[in-house]
């Protein structure tokens, strides 16, 4: 099952727990952020701290008990898409509460080759999320097997990543 519109969004209000993201590639090309992406690309810094719907989602799920966290797996040295990605959105939300991680495999190797992008919302919803080669979504389908892979996919991701302050703090210095 494809999932779009407020099929998608049910997703993101509806989960009790957690919602959890692994993200895998370089480059995602989000039409929403094509405009900041090109700013960003001209020099255009983004001041913050900024609120929106998400980081409001987060705010709440955290009062509430919830969490929303995900691990980027990725290697040096960043793509022009992961320092915009980095600086506009991950140094927000992360000291309001989103758990964000990343997993280096610059020089290692990854623990989890192979493993697609998803959502997983309570350790029992999973959504793939497709994309063309470069960064493009084509879908989001609903997983309708045993979620148990992804749940360990997230234990390695999370064992083996460090938090995003963290990593930005060395890689930055």
Do not use: C
């Not at 690309?41 to 705010?59: H, K, V």
């Not at 040096?76 to 600086?87: Q, V």
């Not at 610059?106 to 999320?129: A, C, H, I, K, Y």
């Amino acid at each position: 099952m494809f999932l779009d519109g407020d099929d998608w969004q049910a997703k993101f209000r509806d989960f009790r727990t957690e919602a959890w993201r692994l993200e895998t590639l370089p480059v995602y090309r989000v039409p929403q952020e094509a405009e900041e992406f090109s700013r960003f690309l001209a020099g255009e810094r983004f001041p913050g701290p900024y609120e929106d719907s998400w980081t409001t989602m987060i705010r709440q799920r955290s009062e509430s008990g919830g969490s929303v966290g995900r691990v980027h797996i990725l290697t040096r040295p960043l793509s022009d898409y992961l320092r915009f990605e980095f600086e506009r959105y991950y140094r927000h939300q992360a000291p309001i509460g989103e758990d964000i991680r990343i997993l280096d495999v610059t020089e290692r190797e990854n623990p989890l080759p192979g493993v697609q992008d998803f959502w997983m919302f309570d350790r029992s919803t999973v959504v793939l999320m497709h994309y063309e080669e470069d960064g493009t979504q084509i879908g989001r389908e609903l997983y309708e097997g045993d979620p148990a892979p992804f749940i360990e996919y997230q234990r390695i991701a999370i064992a083996e990543s460090i938090p995003f302050l963290e990593y930005a703090e060395r890689v930055t210095g």
